[in-house]
């Protein structure tokens, strides 16, 4: 099986366009003791904006962030509507 590694944006996208988005908290592994570490069960969820880059490309950049914030907002209310929690959302550059 042939897999494809995307480097990740190290900041969350959605912290530089959507007001009041948590930003991504990093806790190194060399601080978190055996005995304040906990288990838990997570869900985490991928998705991709087909043809994305295509359609950013001929767009003004204030459009493409009027866009991304509607779409931020989007998934973040339905996954609150299911009870889960939005950590950061990341992109490809």
Do not use: C, N, W
């Amino acid at each position: 099986m042939r897999r494809r590694v995307r480097k990740r944006a190290s900041a969350p996208i959605a912290a530089t366009l959507t007001p009041g988005a948590p930003a991504a908290t990093t806790v190194p592994p060399s601080t978190v003791s055996p005995s304040t570490a906990e288990r838990r069960l997570v869900t985490v969820l991928f998705t991709d904006l087909v043809g994305f880059t295509t359609l950013a490309e001929d767009r003004d950049p204030e459009a493409v962030r009027e866009l991304l914030t509607r779409y931020f907002d989007i998934a973040t209310e339905i996954t609150q509507l299911h009870g889960g929690t939005v950590e950061k959302f990341i992109g490809t550059r």
